[in-house]
Nanobody, 123 residues
Framework: QLQLVESGGGLVQPGGSLRLSCAAS????????VGWFRQAPGKEREGVSC???????NYADSVKGRFTISRDNTNNTVYLQMNSLKAEDTAVYYC?????????????????WGQGTQVTVSS
């Protein structure tokens, strides 16, 4: 069964760090663009970051310089390292993957979604 499973969310103070993981089963991430979206209460979903099958990356302006996406093809996992977290980063973070997704942060071309993991930044 094809699944994307996120982990690593939690509660962190402003300025802190978290690393999210997206592990795939039934799907080889090597051949897919993989990325992260987030949705805060009362707000629309927004694209955060993406990494192509070739390793090119894309980031939302709001996270550039603070977040880093990477992939470990051996373990079929993609990571999102989040540093200098702010209250406005609070959201449910979703992993996404697509074979024909060109890493646009609107999400067109995403084929698969995870269930999400909560990130809360608060003192």
């Amino acid at each position: 069964q094809l699944q994307l499973v996120e982990s690593g969310g939690g509660l962190v103070q402003p300025g802190g760090s978290l690393r999210l993981s997206c592990a795939a089963s039934g799907l080889t991430l090597d051949y897919h663009a993989v990325g992260w979206f987030r949705q805060a209460p009362g707000k629309e979903r927004e694209g955060v970051s993406c990494i192509s099958s070739g390793g090119s990356t894309n980031y939302a302006d709001s996270v550039k310089g603070r977040f880093t996406i990477s992939r470990d093809n051996t373990n079929n996992t993609v990571y999102l390292q989040m540093n200098s977290l702010k209250a406005e980063d609070t959201a449910v973070y979703y992993c996404a993957a697509g074979n024909s997704w060109y890493c646009g942060l609107k999400g067109y071309g995403v084929d698969y979604w995870g269930q999400g993991t909560q990130v809360t930044v608060s003192s």
